[in-house]
């Protein structure tokens, strides 16, 4: 006699879907993880992909993750020197000499490197010697979470001062034989309101300065959303590209490069680092200035330096991709390095500081550009990070503000927790399981409540039972 089968309760069949979605949506990290443990043993990854090889060694400055002064192995700061087709020379590691994070890094005439660090408690500076991996020389400036700070007029540092106490943001000239300041500039004198910009905490975030000429300053107040050239004579302010909250030409940019283009027109390269862009401007006969060039926003992830070599490509930092890479004028990538964690600055060693290539115009190459032809598979002309997505799927909808706006934070805040060996979507689907665990936990905390209460009263009588 056969009996009739039971259909399964519906609780079950609830539960064997949730698992399975569950599984489905870790599987992709999950084997990313397996293969990226298996497959090396640098947990830090770094790893190249080279179409034309580099001339000659590029030197990669990278930030390195720390929360609350405590360091991450995982994500270090250092330099690393990498050689034309892509081969690690040496690595460079501040966690040795309690440099908490990276930043500029320039080479010199002599070969060496202008290192500027910060530590828990001033900005670290230092020559260091790529062959003995030595200091040459070390200042200790008394402030706080320097970005940039140049070599000028032989023994002067030139220094950009942000998150200065009370607004005194500023750059300055300190000489190092006398130990003194000789000059400086002040953001409050010269018209910056103190309701604009980054509030009290960080106010100009002044993350470059170069000197561009004789007495010319090339300045960068990223909160202000603007690059000006301050005449160091006068003090006024001869160019300026941008204005406070005028998003459509620069939006907290960072390292701003000078070229001279035809006939010395003035021209700015930029990483446009919240526009997730690339762009060249070119000054006009009215002072103002014409957008000639930018390459982006697919494919770029908060780019934080580009610099144009004599070749006419492009040196790029693609910060929260955690690369470098040189593209050619229409975007192509031909060079490639992934370097975690968070990489601030790059520099190839044979051109010096401030390589002077040619502007898009005398390239005969302006015009918008995508990028294509990443080696490493973090960008490319179909490819699409969740950020990406989500922009373009809820273009034109009533809610397409708020969808970029959260493309915007989730570009620029998950980067920084989720793992390096994860994707943007493989990050996405850990944290909707993550979620969908929570929300199967509470379901089920519900459906048995009867069960738990059962069992915390019974919790309760034997705790209050007199010992016999």
């Known amino acids: 006699m056969r009996l009739p089968s039971r259909p399964i309760p519906r609780r079950w069949t609830v539960r064997g879907a949730t698992a399975l979605l569950v599984l489905a949506l870790v599987a992709p990290a999950g084997i990313s993880g397996a293969t990226y443990f298996a497959t090396t043993e640098d947990p830090t990854n770094l790893r190249a992909s ?3 090889p580099a001339n000659g060694t590029t030197i990669i400055s990278i930030q390195g993750f720390h929360f609350q002064g405590m360091a991450n192995a995982n994500k270090p700061a250092r330099l690393v020197a990498v050689g034309p087709r892509g081969e690690v020379q040496w690595v460079h590691n501040g966690s040795g000499f309690d440099a908490r994070w990276f930043y500029d890094v320039d080479p ?3 070969r060496n490197l202008l290192v500027t660090a910060t530590t828990p408690n001033a900005t670290l500076v230092y020559e260091l010697d790529p062959e003995t991996q030595e200091r040459v020389w070390t200042e200790r400036l008394p402030i706080h979470d320097t970005h940039d700070v140049d070599l000028v007029n032989g023994d002067q540092l030139l220094v950009a001062n942000m998150r200065a106490p009370d607004r005194n943001d500023r750059i300055f000239v300190y000489d190092m034989g006398t130990d003194e300041t000789v000059w400086e500039w002040r953001f409050e004198n010269h018209g910056y309101e103190a309701s604009g910009g980054g509030g009290e905490a960080d106010w100009t975030h002044v993350n470059d300065v170069d000197k561009i000429g004789e007495g010319e300053y090339l300045v960068s107040p990223r909160n202000f959303d603007q690059v000006i050239v301050v005449n160091r004579s006068t003090g006024n302010v001869s160019m300026r ?5 005028d998003h459509d030409t620069l939006y907290e940019q960072h ?3 000078y070229l001279d283009g035809e006939g010395g027109t003035p ?6 680092s919240e526009n ?12 103002g200035w014409n957008r000639t060039w930018s390459v982006g926003t697919r494919g770029l992830n908060w780019p934080r330096d580009a610099d144009r070599l004599p070749n006419g490509n492009t040196l790029v930092v693609d910060t929260m991709h955690h690369r470098v890479f040189e593209t050619t004028p229409t975007g192509e990538v031909v060079w490639e390095f992934h370097a975690p964690w968070a990489p601030y600055d790059v520099e190839r060693v044979t051109y010096g500081d401030e390589p002077d290539g040619p502007t898009m115009r005398e390239v005969g190459a302006t015009g918008d550009y995508n990028l294509t032809g990443s080696g490493l598979k973090v960008s490319g002309e179909d490819t699409k990070t969740v950020s990406f997505w989500l922009v373009e799927a809820f273009e034109g909808t009533p809610v397409a503000a708020q969808a970029s706006d ?4 989730w570009a620029h805040v998950t980067p920084w927790i989720r793992p390096i060996w994860m994707t943007s979507w493989e990050f996405l689907g850990a944290v909707l399981a993550g979620g969908l665990l929570l929300a199967w936990g509470l379901g089920e905390a519900v459906y048995q409540r009867g069960r738990i209460r059962r069992g915390l009263s019974g919790v309760v009588d034997r705790v209050r039972r007199p010992v016999e």
Not at 241 to 245: A, H, M, N, R, V
Not at 267 to 272: G, R
Not at 406 to 409: I, N, S
């Open 50 to 52: 080279v179409d034309e």
């Open 108 to 110: 010199l005439d002599n």
């Open 241 to 245: 590209l941008g204005s406070d909250d």
């Open 255 to 257: 390292n701003p490069q």
């Open 267 to 272: 021209t700015m390269l930029v990483a446009d």
């Open 276 to 287: 997730d862009r690339l762009v060249e401007y070119a000054r006009n006969d009215s002072g």
């Open 406 to 409: 959260f493309a915007r934070v």
